[in-house]
């Protein structure tokens, strides 16, 4: 099964929701990627974006490092990747890779906090994109080692996540049957009644 681009941004979009910014309901994670390149005023808006996102004490502990098509950040980051990744993810024209200071830079101390806060900065950074336009995955699917490494990442820093950003691009061009599927399977998620609640196990009721 294949849908054009069009089509399955209409399967993806999430039911509406009284009140809910629309980019919420709208943003979803491809793995297809459009041969256009980012420019670099609209990559530096996603990273303004991010900048602003809270942190504990306001220490800002993110450093992204950002790799575009051909750089040697972007290769470097691809070769980190886990076989399944890099399948798909060597197509989108910008590879970034999260990190956060895991110490606080005041005490010394184990920032317990840090990845949360790099985790907030990545949403803003995505929800940014997306209102841009764009279209950005996530990845957990790497080796923390190989990026360290290749990257010359010091041990202070903790790992999040890989973004693959960029535009997004036919489903039918993705090289394989299992990531067509992957493509245009709808989006699910927990009900709220499973999320959030009043006191452990007890549903919060919004009625």
């Known amino acids: 099964m ?37 420019s670099p005023a609209d990559l530096a808006k996603v990273f303004e974006a991010a900048r602003w996102a809270a942190s504990s004490g306001n220490g800002q502990p993110w450093k992204f490092l950002v790799g575009t098509r051909n750089s040697a950040t972007h290769n470097k980051i691809y070769e980190a990747l886990v076989d399944f990744n890099k399948e798909w993810a060597g197509h989108a024209p910008v590879l970034i890779l999260g990190t956060a200071l895991a110490v606080s830079p005041h005490s010394g101390k184990p920032n317990a906090y840090a990845l949360y806060d790099l985790g907030a900065a990545a949403s803003y950074l995505t929800l940014q994109a997306a ?19 290749l990257l010359e990442i010091p041990d202070n820093y903790a790992l999040g996540s890989v973004i693959a950003l960029g535009y997004q691009g036919e489903p039918a061009a993705l090289p394989t049957p299992t990531l067509v599927e992957r493509e245009v399977a709808p989006r699910e998620r927990k009900p709220t009644k499973d999320i959030v609640f009043s006191s452990w196990n007890v549903p919060a009721d919004f009625s």
């Open 2 to 38: 294949s849908l054009s681009i069009s089509e399955l941004n209409r399967l993806k979009h999430a039911p509406d929701a009284d009140g809910v910014l629309p980019i919420f309901l709208e943003r979803w994670s491809p793995r297809a990627f459009d041969n256009r390149d980012v």
């Open 131 to 149: 209102s841009q336009g764009l279209v950005a995955h996530q990845m957990g699917g790497f080796s923390h080692d190989t990026a360290r490494r």
